[in-house]
């Protein structure tokens, strides 16, 4: 199984060697210290890597906001097929959900595509810098990776940032302190990045309405215990991962900043932002829509309509009004 694993990662494995090798030979070119440029060439791999994914990215954003405008005409849904646990019911909601995605051309999984996508990369660069150390020991079953040899790995092994190699673990017989203390400042950092990114979003990009429910509960239990599962998994990986880790990190934040500020979701307090930023400069706000989806479909029966304001109505005025007869013309 791990043989069958290895085999699937080395395409990976062999575009991320060449990668980091063009890197180097750039940052080497330009005078940097050996370690350094190794360490940089890491951070190019990962923008690389950002830059191939942003045609997922995009269609993760669209789909979301699909999802978003959507949820109205799920709600009704739901609300049909409410009590009924029959099997019959069940299949007859499940099959008007999935014609609902049809029709708007939604993908509920879409948001999953970059994160699964960028994991064989982790995985490949964990595999890549961690076989360093044997493989520039010429150890049997390490050979060379592309343009990663066995001098270039030794090369890539003996240089260090802050006294540290990039192969290096917070784990481990005699590691010695400075190497413990960059480990943690990497772990602490990639923590804050990644609680950043999600703090925003929930915060800023979420109708209130989508807060208030139990999925939006767990993210909020998942944004406290992320900072834990980094501190228990990190100690565990090289300090060039956990490098490529940050870089990743910090590249979806400012992604993030720049989507929730220009493209927000619908109903979210950055729309709001926007609206009022737009207004100041006496533009209007395109507002979104969805193929296969009419727009009265987008607002719930009970919403009052636009520029209409509902009054409390008691049953003393719900009283109908008598009916004039209408006059007949006199000669």
């Not at 540290?164 to 005699?174: E, I, Q, R, T, V």
């Not at 940050?246 to 934040?253: A, P």
């Amino acid at each position: 199984m791990i043989d069958f694993f290895n085999t699937l990662l080395y395409p990976i494995k062999l575009g991320e060697a060449w990668v980091m090798y063009a890197w180097h030979w750039l940052f080497d070119s330009i005078g940097m210290s050996t370690g350094w440029a190794w360490a940089m060439s890491i951070v190019g791999l990962t923008v690389v890597v950002r830059l191939l994914l942003i045609p997922l990215f995009v269609r993760q954003i669209h789909s979301s906001r699909r999802m978003q405008l959507i949820q109205p005409e799920m709600q009704k849904i739901q609300k049909k097929y409410k009590g009924k646990r029959d099997p019959e019911s069940q299949k007859a909601q499940q099959a008007e959900i999935m014609d609902l995605y049809r029709r708007t051309g939604t993908n509920p999984f879409s948001s999953c595509l970059p994160i699964l996508i960028q994991s064989p990369f982790f995985f490949a660069l964990f595999q890549l810098l961690n076989n360093l150390k044997a493989q520039a020991e010429g150890v049997p079953g390490h050979d060379a990776i592309g343009p990663i040899t066995r001098e270039v790995a030794a090369q890539i092994e003996s240089s260090t940032i802050f006294g540290s190699k990039l192969s290096d673990h917070f784990l481990g017989a005699d590691v010695p302190l400075n190497t413990k203390i960059l480990t943690a400042v990497l772990i602490v950092l990639m923590s804050a990045t990644t609680f950043t990114t999600q703090y925003q979003l929930m915060r800023k990009n979420m109708p209130a309405a989508a807060l208030d429910n139990p999925f939006a509960k767990q993210q909020k239990v998942l944004l406290y215990l992320m900072p834990i599962f980094f501190a228990i998994s990190g100690v565990n990986f090289p300090i060039g991962v956990l490098l490529y880790w940050l870089t990743t990190n910090l590249w979806t934040m400012g992604q993030q900043f720049y989507v929730i500020r220009n493209m927000p979701a619908p109903g979210s307090e950055a729309e709001r932002a926007r609206r009022e930023r737009l207004k100041r400069k006496g533009k209007d706000m395109q507002e979104l829509t969805v193929p296969g989806l009419e727009a009265s479909d987008t607002v719930p029966d009970d919403a009052p309509k636009a520029g209409q304001r509902q009054q409390p109505k008691g049953k003393k005025r719900a009283r109908t009004q008598p009916k004039t007869q209408p006059t007949k013309n006199r000669r």
